[in-house]
């Protein structure tokens, strides 16, 4: 199975900070995922990448961007965080065909 | 058309019980239906999926039951175990190679010993 890490379990930062949320897969998957967690909305897709240097919006980009330079490495930037971006934040691999496997997530809170 | 709704929220069952959360969807395109299980400070970790040509996919004391006809899905846990207790999050795709998954909103399971 693939495993997926997110750098940083809980972490941080005050409004308006620039925030960089780290993952790195280890089997050269092709896709990543990005997604937020909030008690009563379930998973919420921000921004996925189907290759290197290759992205798509998700369901919420707002506030968001994203980096893929290297094939096993996904990062979500923060361009000027605000208190309601504090969630879990989830990252996810997937190859194709198969189902996605998760992180352990990063706990953000943004003061 | 792009929902998964989810029901329970929350459940208590006590330790050798069944516990079942039902989902249902809308979009008929949608063929591909894993559930995730997420413990307290861990990832969402796949527990079991099941594809429309079959209505009832068994691993373990955990079976999805499928109901094409009604659009609904329903995970059900039999002989519940207090290390059962967690989130459980039902999703539909279109295939399991496709990008996106539509994530219920979860539900939190208790097992009481």
């Known amino acids: 199975d693939v495993k997926v890490t997110q750098s940083s379990r809980y972490l941080v930062k005050r409004t308006g900070e620039k925030v960089f949320l780290e993952c790195v897969q280890d089997m050269d998957h092709e896709n990543m995922f990005w997604y937020r967690q909030d008690p009563g909305l379930g998973l919420r897709l921000i921004y996925f990448?189907?290759?290197?240097?290759?992205?798509e919006k998700g369901d919420i980009p707002e506030g968001y961007s994203v980096s893929r330079e290297k094939k096993e490495r996904f990062s979500l930037i923060l361009e000027s965080a605000s208190t309601n971006q504090t969630s879990m934040y989830l990252c996810?691999?997937?190859?194709?065909?198969?189902?996605?496997?998760f992180g352990d997530g990063t706990r953000l809170s943004i003061l | 058309q792009q929902q998964v709704k989810q029901s329970p929220q929350s459940l208590i069952v006590q330790k050798g019980g069944i516990s079942i959360i039902n989902c249902a969807y809308e979009n008929t395109a949608f063929d591909y239906f894993p559930w995730y299980q997420q413990f307290p400070g861990k990832g969402p970790a796949l527990l079991i999926a099941i594809r429309p040509d079959v209505s009832e996919k068994k691993e373990g004391r955990f079976t999805i039951s499928f109901n094409k006809s009604a659009k609904q899905f329903s995970l059900h846990i039999m002989d519940s175990q207090p290390g059962d207790s967690a989130t459980y999050f039902c999703a539909a795709s279109r295939g399991a190679g496709t990008y996106k998954y539509i994530f219920g909103t979860g539900t939190r399971l208790k097992v009481l010993a």
């Open positions: 996810a691999a997937r190859d194709s065909n198969q189902p996605q496997h």
């Open positions: 990448s189907y290759d290197v240097k290759m992205k």
